[in-house]
């Protein structure tokens, strides 16, 4: 399967595709309120990467660069990738799209964090995620996982 991974730019095409999304929340709404007040320009970049099927937004995720300053999970502290709102819509799960855009983070080769939904941990496993020993302070009820690059 071919795919094309783009980095979304904030705009109003984009702010309307992501309402197809059930992770929709106060991150989306803030950057429409941004856009409508003009704290930012139209096309600027957003933190999601997303996959078109056609002009559909199909499958979309966050990244975002973490300094090794606030890293409480790798060994020693590092810089790493928090990876969040992993998704891809109903009718088109289990073709590889998920796994396209890990791949995709996996490549800028740095360790990488995310909080798994409730039902995705099987996913995780396949895409080489570990959990990592839980924290409660740190966590905050949530199970993070890891991957880190082979030669770190
Ligand atoms: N449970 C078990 N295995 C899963 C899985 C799941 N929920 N989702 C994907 N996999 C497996 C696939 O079967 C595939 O295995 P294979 O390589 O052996 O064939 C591998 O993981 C990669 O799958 P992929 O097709 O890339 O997954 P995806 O594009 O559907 O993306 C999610 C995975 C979890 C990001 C996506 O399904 C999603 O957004 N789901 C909605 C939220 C959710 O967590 N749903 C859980 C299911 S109800």
């Known amino acids: 399967m071919k795919c094309k991974i783009e980095r979304l730019l904030v705009n109003y095409k984009t702010l309307e595709e992501f309402k197809k999304f059930k992770e929709y929340g106060i991150q989306e709404l803030s950057m429409l309120e941004d856009l409508e007040t003009n704290i930012i320009e139209n096309d600027s970049e957003s933190p999601f990467y997303g996959i078109y099927y056609g002009d559909k937004l199909i499958a979309r995720m966050s990244l975002y660069k973490r300094s090794a300053k606030f890293d409480q999970y790798f060994t020693p502290p590092q810089e790493y990738l928090e990876l969040w709102k992993l998704e891809v819509l109903v009718p ?61």
Request: hydrophobic share 35%; net charge positive.
């Open 92 to 152: 088109y799960q289990f073709k590889g799209y998920g796994r396209a855009l890990v791949e995709f983070a996996k490549s800028f080769n740095l360790p990488i964090k995310t909080n798994p939904r409730v039902r995705s941990h099987e996913f995780w496993k396949k895409m080489n995620f570990e959990s990592v020993s839980y924290d409660m302070e740190r966590d905050l009820g949530q199970n993070p996982v890891i991957w880190k690059p082979a030669t770190k």
